[in-house]
Nanobody
Framework: QVQLVESGGGMVQPGGSLRLSCVAS????????MSWYRQAPGKERELVAD????????NYADSVKGRFTISRDNAKATLYLQMNSLKPEDTAIYYC?????????WGQGTQVTVSS
């Protein structure tokens, strides 16, 4: 019943910005930390950022620190990732994630391509 639906990906030039969204349903959104992961071709899926259930604290991968901002709107059951100063190495499929106990739920992913 847990569903996560990402949107907002696309193609952008280096230095550009995108805002990703993840609409969640099927669980009590405000009770769970949420995360963004990404996976580039031929690479392992990596954690990009996570945020506590009420949005009071966030963590970021070193590679995106200072450029990306994770946030959430619990009233809308929506997770966001604001991506600024994008680099070609940010190109990946970006996934929304929630962990409940030891089970991870994933969205379908949204493609981000950074290229000139």
């Amino acid at each position: 019943q847990v569903q996560l639906v990402e949107s907002g990906g696309g193609m952008v030039q280096p230095g550009g910005s995108l805002r990703l969204s993840c609409v969640a349903s099927g669980f009590s959104f405000s009770n769970y930390p949420m995360s963004w992961y990404r996976q580039a071709p031929g690479k392992e899926r990596e954690l990009v950022a996570d945020i506590t259930n009420l949005g009071s604290s966030a963590n970021y991968a070193d590679s995106v620190k200072g450029r990306f901002t994770i946030s959430r709107d619990n009233a809308k059951a929506t997770l966001y990732l604001q991506m600024n100063s994008l680099k070609p190495e940010d190109t990946a499929i970006y996934y929304c994630n929630v962990r409940q106990y030891q089970y991870h739920y994933w969205g379908q992913g949204t493609q981000v391509t950074v290229s000139s």
